[in-house]
Structures are given as C-alpha cells and as structure tokens.
C-alpha cells in the first residue's frame, strides 16, 4: 500500500490514507506530501480536495469504518492489486511471484537492472537495504512488481515476464485446498502478453509442474537451478561455497561458466540470483551488468538482516513465516555463526499455526534454542486451543532448549539469558516481533554492563 501511495504521489496525484499507528513509512509519506491519519475513521475520507477513489488490501476487514463509509457514499472503492495494476499501463512489466523468495528476488531483479543503467519503477513487498524504500516511480519503459499470490490478486497483472520462484501449499484460508492453491498459478501463466516468457526454478516441484504446463500451452520457458537442463536460455547452478557472511555463487549461462560473490547466504538466496538474472535478461539487460548489479546487492530490511551485536552476540531480523521459509533461512544463519543459533520465532495467523504447527516444529528443531511467542493475529480472530504452544510441542529438542513465552515483552529478557558469547540470535516472523532486535540488543548490553561492574567490585582489594 505504502508503495502505491509512493508512485502516486511520484506522479503528481493527492493521496490520503490512514493506518493504525505512527511508523517511519508514515513519516516518510507524509514528508512525500502524502495526508496520512493515525486510526480509522469515517472523517478520513474527507482529507482530500474531492471526493477520493478508496484503495484497500486484503488485510482491511469489510467493516473497517472507511470502507463502509466509502460504499455509503457511493466511492470508487478498488483493490490494491487493480491500482498496481493501473500504475503499470503502458509499461513493460516484470511479476515475482511464488510461496516463498518473491520480495528477495524482485529485490534483485531490480537492483541488478539499475546497475545496467536502467530505472525501472518498482514496487517491492519490503525496502530495500540502500535504498531505504520498496517503491519508485521510474523514467525507464520496465515496471518489476512483486505479486501477491497469497489472495489471487496476483491475476490483475499482465506482466511480459513472470518469475516463479516455487510453488508449495500456503495460504488456505484463502484458496481452500492445496489444489487450488496451485490452479491459481496456472490461472497466472494465461496472464502473460504473448510472446512473454516464464522464468522458473526447475528445483522446486510445483514450479517444475507450472514449466510444464507453460511449455504444453506454447509459452517460453527459462529455468534456473541445480537440475535446470543446461540447454540455452537456462541458469544452471554449479557450486555455492560460504563467503564470510555471504556466498559464493557458481553458475552456467549460454555454455558459459560465471561465478558471482552474494553479500548474503543461503542456496534459497542464490537461486533468487538466478531468477532475477533470467528475468533481467529477458528485459533486454546484458548478462556481465546483471551479474555485476547482483553482486553489489545489499539485501531487504526484514531479510535476514543484521541489527546488530552486543556482547558477542549478533543479532539478525528475518520475514520468515512458512515452514520452508523458516528451514532455509535458519539453514543459512547456520552457515554465518561459529557458536550456537537462537531464534524466537512469532507464528503468523491462527490458521497457518493450525495447519503447520508440526512442519513448523520440523524447521525450528534447526536451531540450538527455540523461543515461541503466541500468534501474531493480523486479520484473523482466535481460534480455540490455537497458540503458539502448538509450535513449540511441536519442536523436537530437549525440553529446556524450547521455550513458550506468550508474553511479548519477556522475550528479550529470556533471549538475552540464553545467548552467550559468540551466538547468533534470530528474530523471525511476519509480525511485531520485527521491534524486539533492539530490545534484546539493549538487554544484552545491560548484562554485560552488570557483569563488568561485579566483577570490578570482586576485584577490589578486601579493606
């Protein structure tokens, strides 16, 4: 949402909108010139000039009182989706998309094409790391988008090129069944403009199943990954080696051999790279600057990022919020950390913790020390005996390296009781509990602070 409001105001429109509280991507609208108000109103609607088109997204509830304002007064009331889509008009478009990877490689899609000169406008789910924002409104003819699958909504776009990073099930609340989950992307390919092509990892079976079906129905198709044939127009993954605390990339392009220098770990984040170099291809950038763009990739605010380190311990920030989002990305800290691993893992929506709390368990038993917060709600209401508890039992460690703690505020405390020296501790879910690096970097601080001052007062002469 904030990334439409961005491009719009780019574009010289008067935008409005309204959120829950204060946040620096409110502070950052408004000094765009944007008219943002802190809660919801019915009085909200009338902050602009004339009367307004309302944009909402799924996360808004029917009866939010600005969207029943909005019916009652006749507005225009659209989906995020169809704005993003209206934005696009005219533009030569690129759509990431699948269950997990789509802000990461859109991400790098789009730092790899401005390398090559190029200003693309974007509009990415998360800001990226130099750049501080997820959107712009750019000169160039290209337009990269991420696209929401999680509500359908990525079937609004027409994009030249798509990248399918995987399919795998999620979102039912949604859908339904992991039937339809996967009809939805084969609904996505007959979006395409013809004589587009679909870019997708030839590792992961749904997006394999999707290549296929694309091939049946005439559409071009580049594949990316370690068991992507080598035939031209693919992206074979040949080796991936640590490189401090990011990797080293080997790869295949056009019977050619490349190697690449990623500032961040993790195979899952390497194939991202070779979906996004595919991608740039695709819209008319060389191979040698996509490579040089991918290598000078910073990362996403929320994608494994750094926060910060105290007392010896690092601590990181990750989105992950899927069983197979969080295996991976727990897999890749591994690799940046000589001692143990901690996280503290926020599940996201009561019926995902429903429907996942044992794969959930599966991925986080990764990890040396596993803390469990309750479930972050977002649109969702309770759901009787659902809880966090569900992940944790679920959490096959021995009992005292897995802790369920329902109050929020007692996380950094017991995190910052668990680290020692030399851990990396991770923060990890699509929730709050984003806010709670900080807090567990000033708790170790303290600590440590205390400890020095025992140990000067147990080192002073008797008297």
């Given at each position: 949402?904030?990334?439409?409001?961005?491009?719009?105001?780019?574009?010289?429109?008067?935008?409005?909108?309204?959120?829950?509280?204060?946040?620096?991507?409110?502070?950052?609208?408004?000094?765009?010139?944007?008219?943002?108000?802190?809660?919801?109103?019915?009085?909200n609607?009338?902050?602009?000039?004339?009367?307004?088109?309302?944009?909402?997204?799924s996360?808004?509830?029917?009866?939010?009182?600005?969207?029943?304002?909005?019916?009652?007064?006749?507005?225009?009331?659209?989906?995020?989706?169809?704005?993003?889509?209206?934005?696009?008009?005219?533009?030569r478009?690129?759509?990431?998309?699948?269950?997990?990877?789509?802000?990461?490689?859109?991400?790098?899609?789009?730092?790899?094409?401005?390398?090559?000169?190029?200003?693309?406008?974007?509009?990415?789910?998360?800001?990226?790391?130099?750049?501080?924002?997820?959107?712009?409104?750019?000169?160039?003819?290209?337009?990269?988008?991420?696209?929401?699958e999680?509500?359908?909504?990525?079937?609004?776009?027409s994009?030249?090129?798509?990248?399918?990073?995987?399919?795998?099930?999620?979102?039912?609340?949604?859908?339904?069944?992991?039937?339809?989950y996967a009809?939805?992307?084969?609904?996505?390919l007959?979006?395409?403009?013809?004589?587009?092509?679909?870019?997708?990892?030839?590792?992961?079976?749904?997006s394999?199943?999707?290549?296929?079906?694309?091939?049946?129905?005439?559409?071009?198709?580049?594949?990316?990954?370690?068991?992507?044939?080598?035939?031209?127009?693919?992206?074979?993954?040949?080796?991936?080696?640590r490189?401090?605390?990011?990797?080293?990339?080997?790869?295949?392009?056009?019977?050619?051999?490349?190697?690449?220098?990623?500032?961040l770990?993790?195979?899952?984040?390497?194939?991202?790279?070779?979906?996004?170099?595919l991608?740039?291809?695709?819209l008319?950038?060389?191979?040698?600057?996509?490579?040089?763009?991918l290598?000078?990739?910073?990362?996403?605010?929320?994608?494994?990022?750094?926060?910060?380190?105290?007392?010896?311990?690092?601590?990181?920030?990750?989105?992950?919020?899927?069983?197979?989002?969080?295996?991976?990305?727990?897999?890749?800290?591994?690799?940046?950390t000589?001692?143990?691993?901690?996280?503290?893992?926020?599940?996201?929506?009561?019926?995902r913790?429903?429907?996942?709390?044992?794969?959930?368990?599966?991925?986080?038993?990764?990890?040396?020390?596993?803390?469990?917060?309750?479930?972050?709600?977002?649109?969702?209401?309770?759901?009787?005996?659902?809880?966090?508890?569900?992940?944790?039992?679920?959490?096959?460690?021995?009992?005292?390296?897995?802790?369920?703690?329902?109050?929020?505020a007692?996380?950094?405390?017991?995190?910052?009781?668990?680290?020692?020296?030399?851990?990396?501790?991770?923060?990890?879910?699509?929730?709050?509990?984003?806010?709670?690096?900080?807090?567990?970097?000033?708790?170790?601080?303290?600590?440590?602070?205390?400890?020095?001052?025992?140990?000067?007062?147990s080192?002073e002469?008797?008297?």
């Amino acid at each position: 949402m904030s990334g439409i409001a961005r491009i719009l105001l780019a574009r010289g429109a008067e935008v409005a909108g309204s959120d829950a509280k204060d946040s620096r991507t409110v502070l950052g609208l408004r000094a765009q010139g944007a008219k943002i108000a802190v809660g919801h109103a019915a009085a909200n609607l009338d902050q602009l000039s004339g009367p307004p088109t309302v944009v909402v997204s799924s996360a808004i509830r029917a009866d939010n009182p600005e969207l029943v304002a909005a019916h009652e007064r006749g507005l225009t009331v659209v989906h995020r989706a169809e704005a993003l889509a209206a934005l696009m008009t005219g533009r030569r478009v690129a759509c990431v998309t699948g269950t997990h990877g789509k802000t990461s490689t859109t991400s790098m899609l789009t730092v790899a094409l401005q390398h090559c000169g190029l200003d693309p406008s974007f509009a990415i789910g998360g800001d990226l790391a130099a750049a501080g924002t997820g959107a712009h409104h750019g000169a160039g003819e290209i337009f990269v988008a991420e696209a929401d699958e999680s509500d359908g909504s990525f079937l609004r776009f027409s994009p030249w090129v798509a990248v399918v990073t995987n399919v795998e099930a999620d979102h039912l609340d949604h859908h339904g069944s992991e039937q339809a989950y996967a009809t939805a992307f084969a609904d996505f390919l007959s979006r395409l403009v013809p004589g587009g092509a679909l870019v997708s990892c030839a590792d992961d079976p749904g997006s394999e199943r999707l290549a296929v079906q694309a091939e049946a129905a005439g559409i071009r198709v580049r594949r990316y990954g370690r068991t992507a044939p080598a035939e031209p127009g693919n992206a074979v993954l040949t080796g991936y080696d640590r490189a401090g605390t990011g990797s080293r990339v080997g790869l295949r392009l056009a019977e050619a051999d490349h190697e690449v220098v990623l500032s961040l770990p993790g195979e899952h984040m390497a194939l991202n790279a070779l979906g996004a170099l595919l991608a740039g291809i695709e819209l008319g950038a060389p191979a040698s600057g996509l490579l040089e763009g991918l290598a000078g990739f910073s990362g996403v605010r929320r994608r494994f990022e750094f926060k910060g380190r105290a007392a010896g311990v690092a601590v990181y920030d990750d989105y992950a919020h899927h069983p197979t989002e969080v295996a991976a990305q727990l897999k890749a800290a591994r690799e940046v950390t000589e001692g143990r691993l901690l996280v503290a893992f926020q599940p996201h929506l009561y019926s995902r913790t429903r429907q996942f709390s044992t794969e959930f368990g599966q991925a986080l038993a990764l990890a040396d020390e596993v803390v469990v917060l309750d479930v972050f709600a977002a649109r969702e209401d309770p759901e009787p005996g659902v809880s966090g508890a569900l992940v944790a039992d679920a959490v096959r460690l021995p009992a005292d390296q897995v802790h369920y703690v329902p109050r929020w505020a007692e996380v950094p405390e017991v995190l910052a009781g668990l680290a020692k020296a030399g851990d990396l501790v991770i923060t990890m879910g699509a929730g709050d509990v984003t806010v709670l690096g900080p807090e567990v970097l000033v708790e170790l601080t303290r600590r440590e602070n205390d400890q020095n001052d025992i140990a000067t007062v147990s080192g002073e002469p008797a008297r």
